[in-house]
């Protein structure tokens, strides 16, 4: 029995159409979303309480935790909100959980003028920093890499998949992980979605995983609540829901081949930086990733056509980022291009 179970960072933009993010926001804009957001009964069982929270929600304030001298929690210096969903068997569950979560957020978040914005990496910046700089308390509480991984965090909003399966024991989902960790080159570059560094519009598809490839590893085992779980945090925000559903029956489909045998320990970090510059262009690739969906379309059986979308993209090295580029080159503005893109 295979879980899978995912989460979602969001970038926002105000009423003035100006991009929300370490510089001009603040924890209580995005905290009262998170308040009036519902709660779901049981969630308890599967999330734990994110910054300031009283019980878990589908619905957080993601960013850098706060803490005064004593070491006590303060609040979240916001990236913007995020969205989990609970572990389930059943896609389409998965699929209509994440949409009625993406709803309630996007209704709260146009009450207050913030809309959604599709993008991987802050389009404005490449230099995190805080309004309020690290203490000496909190500066003890991580060492420098974490501190390092906490504030590049800040640029990347992304799409994360958590998956589990049943009976696998820790040896059994490493070695999952590491199958992940081998073909990720392959599988990503679906859900490219950020095309701009510094302001400028460049060549490159993914500047967030250009950024991320030889600084963070981007696949965990992890133990949650008693069960083994790999967090594969490789992908770029989704924004639409066809290629959400395509990328989690991939997702199935790579738990269930048993054609594709390669393994490692670490991502390929060069092999990652081509593709988040290139897409699937390179031939190479083109073959690679050709081998993992027919690898994957065959284990997936009567649930094959779940991936045709994929088929298409790769053929015609379509991603998100083609799409920011095409409006990008039309109206020659940044926040206009990443806006209204979400089709949830």
């Given at each position: 029995?295979?879980?899978?179970?995912?989460?979602?960072e969001?970038?926002?933009?105000?009423?003035?159409?100006?991009?929300?993010?370490?510089?001009n926001?603040?924890?209580?804009?995005f905290s009262?979303?998170?308040?009036?957001?519902?709660?779901?009964p049981?969630?308890?069982?599967?999330?734990?309480?994110?910054?300031?929270?009283t019980?878990p929600?589908?619905?957080?304030v993601?960013?850098?935790?706060r803490?005064?001298?004593?070491?006590n929690?303060?609040?979240?210096?916001?990236?913007g909100?995020?969205?989990?969903?609970t572990?389930?068997?059943n896609?389409?569950?998965?699929?209509?959980?994440f949409?009625?979560?993406?709803?309630?957020?996007?209704?709260l978040c146009?009450?207050?003028?913030l809309?959604?914005?599709l993008?991987?990496?802050?389009?404005?910046?490449?230099k995190p920093?805080?309004?309020v700089?690290?203490?000496?308390?909190e500066l003890s509480?991580?060492?420098?890499?974490?501190l390092?991984i906490?504030?590049r965090?800040?640029?990347?909003p992304g799409?994360?998949?958590?998956?589990?399966v049943?009976?696998?024991?820790l040896e059994?989902t490493?070695?999952l992980?590491?199958?992940?960790n081998?073909?990720?080159?392959?599988?990503i570059?679906?859900?490219?979605?950020?095309?701009?560094i510094d302001?400028?519009?460049?060549e490159?598809?993914?500047?967030r995983?250009?950024?991320r490839a030889?600084?963070r590893?981007?696949?965990?085992?992890?133990?949650?609540?008693?069960?083994?779980?790999i967090?594969?945090?490789?992908?770029?925000?989704?924004?639409?829901?066809g290629?959400l559903?395509?990328?989690?029956?991939?997702?199935?489909?790579l738990v269930?081949?048993t054609?594709?045998?390669?393994?490692?320990?670490q991502?390929?970090a060069?092999?990652?930086?081509?593709?988040?510059k290139?897409?699937?262009?390179?031939?190479?690739?083109?073959?690679?990733?050709?081998e993992?969906l027919?690898?994957?379309?065959s284990?997936?059986?009567?649930?094959?056509h779940?991936?045709?979308?994929l088929?298409?993209?790769?053929?015609s090295?379509?991603?998100e980022?083609m799409?920011?580029?095409?409006?990008?080159?039309?109206?020659?503005?940044?926040?206009e291009?990443i806006?209204?893109?979400?089709?949830?």
């Amino acid at each position: 029995m295979i879980k899978i179970g995912c989460e979602q960072e969001f970038s926002f933009k105000n009423a003035r159409g100006e991009y929300l993010d370490f510089t001009n926001s603040n924890y209580q804009l995005f905290s009262e979303i998170v308040e009036e957001f519902p709660l779901v009964p049981g969630d308890e069982q599967v999330f734990d309480c994110k910054s300031l929270e009283t019980a878990p929600k589908r619905c957080y304030v993601e960013g850098v935790e706060r803490h005064d001298e004593s070491g006590n929690l303060l609040a979240t210096d916001p990236k913007g909100l995020e969205l989990r969903t609970t572990p389930h068997t059943n896609i389409d569950e998965l699929i209509n959980e994440f949409r009625s979560s993406f709803r309630a957020m996007t209704h709260l978040c146009k009450k207050r003028g913030l809309h959604p914005l599709l993008i991987s990496r802050n389009p404005f910046t490449s230099k995190p920093s805080l309004q309020v700089p690290f203490n000496h308390k909190e500066l003890s509480l991580r060492t420098e890499g974490q501190l390092n991984i906490a504030l590049r965090s800040l640029l990347t909003p992304g799409f994360h998949i958590n998956i589990s399966v049943a009976g696998y024991d820790l040896e059994q989902t490493t070695d999952l992980a590491e199958k992940i960790n081998y073909y990720m080159p392959y599988i990503i570059p679906y859900t490219f979605s950020s095309p701009f560094i510094d302001g400028k519009l460049t060549e490159f598809q993914s500047t967030r995983n250009l950024m991320r490839a030889s600084k963070r590893q981007l696949t965990s085992v992890d133990n949650r609540k008693g069960c083994h779980v790999i967090e594969f945090r490789g992908y770029d925000p989704v924004g639409q829901v066809g290629i959400l559903r395509a990328i989690l029956y991939l997702t199935r489909g790579l738990v269930l081949d048993t054609r594709l045998n390669g393994r490692s320990e670490q991502q390929n970090a060069e092999m990652l930086q081509q593709v988040s510059k290139h897409g699937f262009s390179p031939a190479t690739v083109r073959a690679a990733a050709f081998e993992v969906l027919n690898a994957v379309k065959s284990a997936l059986g009567d649930d094959a056509h779940e991936v045709d979308l994929l088929f298409e993209m790769l053929y015609s090295n379509q991603s998100e980022s083609m799409r920011i580029r095409e409006k990008y080159l039309d109206c020659r503005d940044i926040i206009e291009s990443i806006s209204d893109m979400y089709d949830f």
